[in-house]
């Protein structure tokens, strides 16, 4: 069995054939997919989703790319969890995006972003939940903000792209690392050096579809049944069997998130 860890089902570029989609993906030995938010928008789409497929599981968080009345998002947010507590698995998707594009609206600044995050990490806390982390050129000032708050069950960080000294820093705090197309990419060497280095048991698998499609499909639709290939091209790098880095990846994934396993 397979888990994909993040994967944005919701969105419309599978209103044509999300069944099928979905079908594929357990095909393709994915038997759960985890389905999360990224604004107040599109909270109760995901909740539906996931109500209508038991493969399916849902996380509620605001993304740092997108304008937020602050104030109003989190309190909607801190109702839902409650509202959906039990059906929720974690935070997400939360983090810090220090790219220069979007640091230019003054309404996405380092900052905001900063408060926006610090604000969900407390309430991720607060409802007993793991985070899955959006972190993009801030890992250390991710990593000061998670040293604060100090979460009993972390998370993920999402797409992970820092150094090795970085992933030591989220394993001590008890966060796992995921890896999905990104490191297929030729030119992705140190992605590469991680994913063949670190301890399997801080490695869970995500495709981040529609986005982030694999090496070979990069002009195509991402999609979770992907994440079979992921684990086939880590297990390449590792000079193991595929069948040993599923089971692990899916372990660990089951095990942060409380997922059926």
Same mark, same amino acid.
């Given at each position: ?112 972003? !900063?408060?926006? /995050? &610090? ?6 806390? $607060?409802? =007993?939940? #793991?985070?899955?982390? @959006?972190?993009? %050129? ?58 063949? !280095?670190?301890? /399997? &048991? ?6 981040? $579809?529609? =986005?982030? #499609?694999?090496?070979? @499909?990069?002009? %195509? ?41």
């Amino acid at each position: 069995m397979l888990i994909d860890t993040i994967c944005h089902l919701d969105f419309a570029d599978f209103d044509p054939d999300r069944a099928a989609v979905i079908e594929c993906a357990h095909v393709a030995g994915v038997e759960q997919i985890v389905v999360p938010s990224i604004t107040v928008d599109n909270f109760e789409r995901v909740l539906d989703l996931c109500a209508s497929d038991p493969s399916l599981y849902p996380a509620l968080g605001l993304h740092p790319c997108f304008s937020h009345d602050i104030e109003y998002d989190l309190a909607r947010l801190d109702e839902m969890l409650s509202l959906a507590a039990g059906t929720v698995v974690a935070v997400g998707e939360i983090g810090l995006d220090f790219r220069p594009a979007q640091l230019r609206s003054g309404q996405e600044g380092a900052a905001q972003q !900063e408060q926006l /995050l &610090e604000a969900q990490l407390k309430l991720a806390k $607060a409802h =007993d939940l #793991p985070v899955l982390l @959006h972190a993009v %050129k801030a890992h250390d000032r991710v990593l000061k903000l998670l040293r604060r708050q100090h979460l009993p069950r972390a998370g993920i960080v999402h797409a992970f792209s820092g150094s090795e000294q970085q992933a030591r820093e989220y394993a001590k705090l008890g966060f796992k690392l995921g890896f999905g197309g990104a490191v297929t990419y030729e030119r992705a060497r140190k992605l590469r050096r991680l994913a063949a !280095e670190l301890p /399997l &048991e801080w490695l869970v698998l995500e495709t981040d $579809a529609p =986005d982030m #499609p694999l090496q070979g @499909h990069r002009a %195509k639709r991402n999609e979770p049944c992907r994440v079979a290939e992921v684990a086939a091209f880590i297990a390449q790098l590792r000079e193991m069997d595929a069948a040993e880095v599923s089971a692990v990846t899916t372990a660990t994934a089951s095990g942060l998130l409380r997922l059926p396993y």
